[in-house]
C-alpha cells in the first residue's frame, strides 16, 4: 500500500532549502522512501519540535547533509510531533530552512507498529536516526543526539562503496 | 528494546548496532534495587516498598517532556486509584536539566502526591537502561520486572485510549493472571543525562 502523501510536491529526498512539510508518511512509506534512494547512502532523522536536543542537531544535519551530498548522502527527517503542533512544525522549518526534506508521521496506528517497524530495538526516544547504505540495508541505528564526528566517518565508508 | 540486549552485543560486532547500549532488567529478572531520597526528604528503598505492596510502579517522568506531560492526570489518577488495592506509584526524575525544587513545584502543580525522587547522576535510570521519559515498570513482590514500558497508547487523548497497558498489567498482577503484554512502546524525551 502507497502510503505516502507528497502534499507539496517536494517529492525528491535532494532538495535546497525545503521550508515545508513533504508530505506525511509512515512505515510503509518510509520504507518505499529510502527504497526509492537506491545508489545513495541515507540517514533518516526521527525529530519533534519540542525536543531540545532535536533541535540542536538539526543544523548539524544541515551541514552533515551539505558535506556530503555530492557524494551521495540524503538526509531525511520524520517529525514526530503530535498532531496539533502541525503549525509548529511548518514554523520550525521555514525558520530553518533544512536542504533535505522532513514528512510528518501519519496519524494513526499504534505508535509501537511505527516504532518497530523502523527498528525493532528503537524504544521511541527522541532523537534516533538510521543509517542505510547504497543498496538500501539498514547498517546502523543511533539513539539520542547523532554523534556528529563519528557518524560522518561512517558515513563516508559508505560512501566511498560505490 | 530491553529483550534485544543479548542481541544488541552481537549486532554490535556484525556492525549493525545502536548507540546507546546498557543492560535493561528483562521482565521476569530481578528489578534492580535502588536507594534515593524523595522530593520532601524522606528515605525510599525498592526493596522494602516492593515487599510491603503488592506492586510498585517505577515512572521515569519529567517537567518539560510533552510525552511525560501529557500523563500527568493519568499518573495522578492511577496512582490514587491503585493505590487502595496496595499498588504504589512513584516517580524518578533523572534529567540533569530539571533540579529538585522544579519536580516539587511540578509535583505539587499536578497532584502528585506519590513519591517523586530526583535521580542524581542518573544512576537508576542507568540501571534500568531507561531512554526516555515516560517509561515505566512494574515490580512485584518478589523484586521481579513485570512489565515494561508505557502507560497507553494514545498519549493525546485519555478518552480516547484503546490499549491501556499498565492498567491491564496491573489488573493481572492483582488478580494473579499472567500479564499478557509485557513490553510495549512510545515516544517519548530521551533522558537528559550526564
Known sequence: MIALFFVFGSGS?????????????????????????????????????????????????????????????????????????????????????????????????????????????????????????????????????????????????????? | MRLFRPILVLAALCALSVAAVAATPAVGAAAPDFQLTTIDGKSFSLSSEAKSHKAVVVMFISTQCPYSNAYNDRMRDMASAYASKGVLFVGINSNKNEDSATASSHAKAHGHTFPIMKDPGNKVADLYDAQHTPTVYVVDPQGKVRYEGRIDENYEDPAGVTSPDLKNALDSLLTGKPVAKTVTKAFGCSIKRV
Do not use: M
Open chain 1, 13 to 162: 529526498l535532494a532538495g535546497e532549502g525545503l521550508t515545508r512539510l513533504a508530505g506525511e508518511i509512515d512505515a510503509e512509506g518510509l520504507r518505499e522512501a529510502v527504497a526509492r534512494e537506491k545508489g545513495h547512502v541515507v540517514l533518516v532523522n526521527f525529530w519533534a519540535t519540542w525536543c531540545v536536543p532535536c533541535r540542536e542537531e538539526f543544523s548539524s544535519l544541515a551541514r552533515l547533509q551539505e558535506r556530503n551530498r555530492s557524494a551521495g548522502l540524503r538526509v531525511v527527517g520524520v517529525s514526530t510531533d503530535f498532531e496539533n503542533q502541525r503549525t509548529a512544525v511548518e514554523k520550525f522549518l521555514a525558520e530553518r530552512r533544512p536542504p533535505f526534506p522532513n514528512y510528518h508521521r501519519k496519524k494513526g496506528g499504534d505508535d509501537q507498529d511505527f516504532i518497530d517497524a523502523v527498528d525493532s530495538r528503537w524504544g521511541g526516544e527522541l532523537p534516533f536516526s538510521v543509517l542505510y547504505d547504497r543498496s538500501g540495508r539498514k547498517v546502523r541505528a543511533f539513539s539520542g543526539k547523532l554523534p556528529i564526528a563519528a557518524a560522518e566517518r561512517e558515513i563516508r565508508k559508505l560512501l566511498a562503496n560505490p
